[in-house]
């Protein structure tokens, strides 16, 4: 098929009349599919069932150095769980924290006590006039969340296929004291998929930021969350790079176990520089007696080490590869040619995404809700939901089985091309 | 024997002689023991092993509603586990929301939350020139350290025997819109071990505080921590009683199985009104995706049901009871008749208290240090860590097993003893 923006109105409005009767058929199937949330599905979390007998009443859940797991302290975690997720992170196990089972949590934490307290003596954020975060768009609506519910003023930087506009964010960071942080996901990046270049990291480790409280918030989520065995993006440990630049306090690393055992029954850490510890230690203290050691320990049972991790994490792959090229597939097959949106390919993590024409992104969204598939919410990539091209859009593959995955996509092609040639037919209109 | 205080002069060297030898003798044992902490000891944890088989790899691990436990969701806590805790705190489900491993922590980002964000609308905490909390006393050391850390004017209330002097809390809240909380522990108290009358509960439902985001920090820690089954303090359910006095948003209660199952790996509970219940939960939504529902399932099949959780208590009282007892006939056997201090015979809960002469505290307790014996350091019981009498002492005798609390609080009384005759001594020297 040729570009729609090559065809005449009478072409496109007979491609509606055929695509407006698939829709309809497709209306009538009453479907109930899913692609908003980066979930795993049903066969991913069975791969961690085993994990439910490594503990039992006859198990010893004494500790290598003697804690009894099941009694308070341990305030920064076990040691052979700062080993294990040390290895995963690849970070000496004395720079990590573990915490509970959310590295939202930890996230949010960090702002708020930033908010109360101040990083490292600082005036606290919840003094100051104004406090602002940079953050590449497309991104995560969880960190905007946050940022937003904090009255943070929210300043998005363009992704590039190498991670966020390295330009940009250099000279904005020297340049504006009240910048005190960056949200990133840099490897296999919700939405994008992409990883940050060597290049981008390097850079990351060696900005001159004003505030002497800037922290880079690397929310390294899917660091281990490959789709290929063979193929696979290698990210440059950002901190060792900062060390390596002289900058060993620039960075807050974040990761957790949610998609490798059970979401919300994982375990999250935190890897950050020695004078960046204290600080975080001084709160926890404060904050809680400590985390859950026995679930602390139930993973590193299971897992046993770095190795065991890793042959899980293929297993996770095997269950996941198929889907992501499930989607790719049938976005080439259905729109290849029709110049009316792009797409990534990962190699790894939970989303594809997509961009649509200019103006589409909620009306395929909304469509495609209409006939029983919901997309996280179009805009839901930008800080405070405002996509200015309103062409964005994350895919999900991961929760609905191959089948409904295969449907659902489908049924977002359709959508994609019916909003498309509605769209040029509206713009030729209001142009005439 | 006689009042040490009636004693003469030559009597009272007489028997710090003796004492010392003996304290010479104890010194040579090179005992470790901790009395210092509220922890169950290894046989109270050893009855809770069983819950590591009640989820294995065969489990379902599907909530009655059909929440999978295994993946996100379920904010608020799953249904079962609400029910359970709601038997446990006396509250209806719907006022209940499960958090994590504990109770502390959710009482920290209560703070934190109406620091950065206020209560109800009213201005964050943060914003105000001053903030107050009214503090029992003597109390909880982990209380009073999160309103120090942020910077939360402390101001101490006697607490009486039916709990804290209600005639000063009542003119305080009423008069100084500044004080905006108080941290209770209303049954089987830290320290003192007693409950808060029924007159108590009352006066505190029917606070006319002039702040009207002033909330009672409702601790209950040991609600069902009883030591004997036919001896129990009743406490009156604070919500509906404040419902039933027109002040249904007057308070925050908190509680957890951190002494049930097992300390840092237990569940955590609020319960609250409903308008408070928004407040949280608007705040917890951006905080985290949510808690650990897999050790929610796990808990909930453990015990079945409150009759379940009940009778698990009874195997605790039967572990804790002689050890109560032990500390109780000793203090009795060595020190009665001496008036060199009182102590309470609690019903339940952690811990003991004991008032020494003034200013015989912190020496007391540096000598059963020196004497290899840990206690709660010397004014931790109050703000700041000062105690102006320096009289209090929280003895906990739960964790050391019932041979080594024995001699531990032999080396106690011994430790009264020779600081209370060296301090009689001093006072009448400085007199003369």
């Known amino acids: 098929m040729k570009p729609y923006i090559e065809m ?43 994990m439910m007998d490594v503990l039992n009443s006859d198990s010893d859940l004494t500790c290598d150095d003697g804690t009894d797991c099941r009694n308070y302290g341990a305030l920064t975690g076990i040691s052979e ?35 109360t307290h101040g990083i490292m003596g600082n005036t606290p954020w919840g003094k100051l006039d104004e406090v602002k975060f940079l953050c590449p ?21 363009m992704m590039t296929p190498t991670g966020p506009d390295m330009d940009v964010v250099e000279k904005l960071v020297a340049e504006d004291e009240a910048i005190k942080g960056i949200w990133c996901v840099p490897k296999y990046s919700n939405p994008q998929g992409i990883s940050y270049s060597d290049a981008t990291v390097r850079r990351f480790a060696r900005l001159k930021p004003a505030a002497a409280d800037f922290r880079i918030f690397w929310d390294n989520a899917y660091g281990v969350h490959h789709l290929y065995d063979d193929n696979q993006d290698y990210l440059i440990e950002i901190l060792a790079e900062c ?11 974040f990761s957790s176990t949610s998609k490798i055992t059970f979401p919300g029954s994982g375990i999250a850490a935190l890897a950050t520089s020695p004078n960046n510890m204290d600080d ?14 026995v679930n602390q320990l139930r ?65 395929i969204v909304s469509r495609c809700k209409k006939a029983g598939v919901v997309m ?57």
Chains 1, 2 share one sequence.
Not at 343 to 349: D, N
Not at 377 to 392: E, F, R, V
């Open 376 to 432: 996280t919410g179009a805009g839901a990539t930008w800080p405070y939901g405002l996509d200015p091209n309103d062409s964005n859009i994350r895919i999900a593959p991961t929760f609905p089985s191959l089948n409904d995955l295969k449907s659902a996509i489908k049924v977002f092609t359709l959508c994609v091309r019916i909003s498309s040639a509605k769209k040029i037919l509206a713009d030729r209109k209001e142009a005439a």
């Open 243 to 253: 060390k390596r630049a002289g900058n060993p306090d620039l960075v807050y690393k």
């Open 8 to 50: 005449t109105d009478e072409e496109l409005n007979e491609e509606l009349v055929q695509l407006k009767k698939e829709y309809k058929k497709i209306q009538a199937l009453g479907l109930h599919l899913d692609m908003s949330r980066g979930k795993p599905c049903q066969d991913q979390l069975d791969l961690s069932m085993a």
């Open 81 to 115: 769980a700062r080993e294990l997720i040390g290895d995963m992170m690849e970070n000496n196990p004395k720079d990590i924290i573990i915490y509970g089972n959310s590295s939202l949590n930890v996230m949010f934490d960090t702002i708020s006590r930033a908010w």
């Open 299 to 363: 993973h590193v049972r299971f897992f046993k080490d770095i190795h065991g991790l890793t042959e899980h994490m293929r297993k996770h792959a095997d269950i996941l590869r198929p889907k992501f090229e499930a989607v790719e597939n049938t976005l080439e097959e259905d729109l290849a040619g029709l110049d009316v949106g792009t797409w990534t390919k990962p190699l790894g993590g939970y989303f594809i995404m997509f961009d649509s024409l200019p103006g589409c992104a909620k009306d």
């Open 137 to 157: 768009v497309p991104g995560y609506d969880r960190h905007f969340a946050i940022t937003e519910y904090f009255g943070i003023k929210m300043i998005p930087v």
């Open 280 to 293: 975080f230690t001084k709160h926890l203290r404060i904050q809680t007696i400590g985390h859950d050691k």
